[in-house]
């Protein structure tokens, strides 16, 4: 079997193929995984960063290497709440299990998922989590999220980042390929033949996990999806900028807490500006983003005439941009609010333009309508997806617990 991707959704499909003692060739387009703290994120040119372009100028980053975006990510790794389980092909038992193994149930568990502590809390997120309480949310406990005042879970070993790939060492039977780009697959009598840049592979069975993005590129340059774009799900973010009083300690993460609004609008206190966690941006004031998580808007993905990649971010509807701006009218409610004294310069917000992403692609091969209830690709028999490309929803929270558990359905059932 071969995998293409050895990022979360990769590796996890390559240790439960493993364990079943089954033979599995694991592609990746980066050759190397430096595991670096997850006070900073290294959105940097390297060998680390693949960028795919907008096609105006803009560029989004992901992680290249084994531990795909996990390697670049802000760490933060939370369930969806329960209700965003409705219209998916799975029980929400199944669902639960694939969590419970990722994330241990709020114990740790494959992904190294551990909360972050009360005595570790930014003065700036305690604030936010008092102020949200303060103005009649709830605090969520138990291991799903939900509306109300969420505190993260992260992904770490002590200060560092943790990945999937650093879960699955080692592994049998798996031939790992690193610095091998696919460009394509195309059916060869019963099975598939992938070509990368230098060579040409084959298998009965190919999982694509090469991110919501890269394994984009590779159905549309392989012609496997019917036309000549992929709708895809984002979350669109705003940012609310404020100065902070005094100075912002550093914190051990970008974020360490959200606020769930009940109509699926995230809000990001994050600990500080963007400059003291990200190398090369601009010092800058501190910001709350305000993500629209569960957009009716979609964004398309085609190919440029060299056979990129190019995205199109969705442009919000009405109703999307009716939401984003009730939660930025929320969050100029907190800055202004008692709570908050202490930490905001009173009068200081104002809401970025335009709109960003949160870096969530996702939801292009939907489970259960582009493919089978175990991700096979529907006109193509042999194919699977299990990467974020299978969200069919956009969920509450970002997506990465969810791409993890997933990935353990998938994989075991591919293994079983
Ligand atoms: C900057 C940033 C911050 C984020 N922060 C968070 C967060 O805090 N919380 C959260 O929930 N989500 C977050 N996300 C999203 C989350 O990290 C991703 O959705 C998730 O990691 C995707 O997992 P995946 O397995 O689908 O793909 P990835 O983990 O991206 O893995 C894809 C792998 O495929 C490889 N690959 C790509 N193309 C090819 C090819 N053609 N041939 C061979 N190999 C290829 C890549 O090298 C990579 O290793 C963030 C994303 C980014 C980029």
């Given at each position: 079997m071969i995998v293409i991707g050895a990022g979360t959704a990769g590796c996890i499909v390559a240790q439960e193929l493993s364990n079943a003692g089954r033979t599995v060739a694991l592609f990746d387009e980066g050759a190397g995984s430096a595991v670096g703290p997850l006070?900073?994120?290294?959105?940097?040119?390297?060998?680390q960063v693949r960028w795919y372009s907008t096609g105006d100028g803009g560029l989004l980053p992901r992680g290249r290497g084994p531990g795909g975006s996990a390697l670049i990510n802000a760490g933060y790794f939370l369930r969806w709440h329960?209700?965003?389980?409705?219209?998916?092909?799975?029980?929400i038992e199944t669902v639960a299990r694939a969590y419970d193994l990722v994330d241990?149930?709020?114990?740790?568990g494959w992904l190294r998922a551990s909360r972050v502590a009360d005595d570790e809390l930014s003065p700036i997120a305690a604030a936010f989590e008092h102020a949200a309480t303060a103005a009649g949310l709830p605090a969520v406990a138990g291991p799903w999220s939900d509306v109300g005042v969420n505190r993260l879970r992260l992904n770490r070993r002590g200060g560092d980042r943790w990945t999937a790939w650093d879960a699955i060492?080692?592994?049998?039977?798996v031939a790992v390929h690193g610095g091998a780009r696919v460009d394509r697959i195309e059916r060869v009598g019963p099975g598939w033949a992938v070509a990368t840049d230098s060579a040409i592979y084959s298998a009965p069975t190919v999982v694509l996990a090469a991110g919501t993005l890269g394994t984009a590129r590779i159905l549309l340059r392989s012609n496997l999806?019917?036309?000549?774009e992929l709708e895809f799900i984002e979350h669109r973010e705003q940012l609310v900028r404020y100065h902070v009083r005094g100075a912002a300690p550093p914190a051990?993460?970008?974020?360490?807490t959200v606020i769930h609004l009940a109509d699926g609008v995230e809000l990001r206190p994050y600990n500080g500006g963007f400059a003291s966690y990200i190398p090369?941006?601009?010092p800058d004031a501190a910001a709350v983003g305000v993500a629209l998580?569960?957009?009716?808007s979609r964004g398309r993905l085609t190919l440029d005439p060299d056979g990129e990649l190019r995205v199109a971010l969705p442009i919000p509807t009405a109703d999307d941009r009716r939401r984003i701006d009730a939660g930025v009218r929320t969050v100029r409610e907190l800055l202004a609010g008692t709570e908050l004294k202490g930490v905001a310069e009173p009068g200081s917000a104002s809401a970025d333009e335009p709109l960003g992403t949160s870096?969530?692609?996702?939801?292009?091969?939907p489970l259960g309508t582009?493919?089978?209830?175990?991700?096979?690709l529907r006109d193509h028999a042999g194919v699977f997806v299990a990467d974020g490309?299978?969200?069919?929803t956009g969920g509450s929270a970002g997506p990465h617990a969810t791409i993890a558990a997933v990935a353990a359905v998938i994989g075991n059932r591919l293994a079983g």
């Open positions: 006070s900073r994120l290294p959105l940097t040119d390297g060998p329960q209700a965003d389980f409705g219209g998916w092909p799975w029980p241990g149930g709020g114990a740790a060492e080692p592994l049998r039977d999806v019917d036309g000549p051990t993460a970008l974020l360490h090369g941006v601009e998580m569960r957009p009716q870096q969530h692609a996702c939801g292009t091969t582009a493919t089978t209830d175990d991700g096979e490309s299978v969200l069919p």
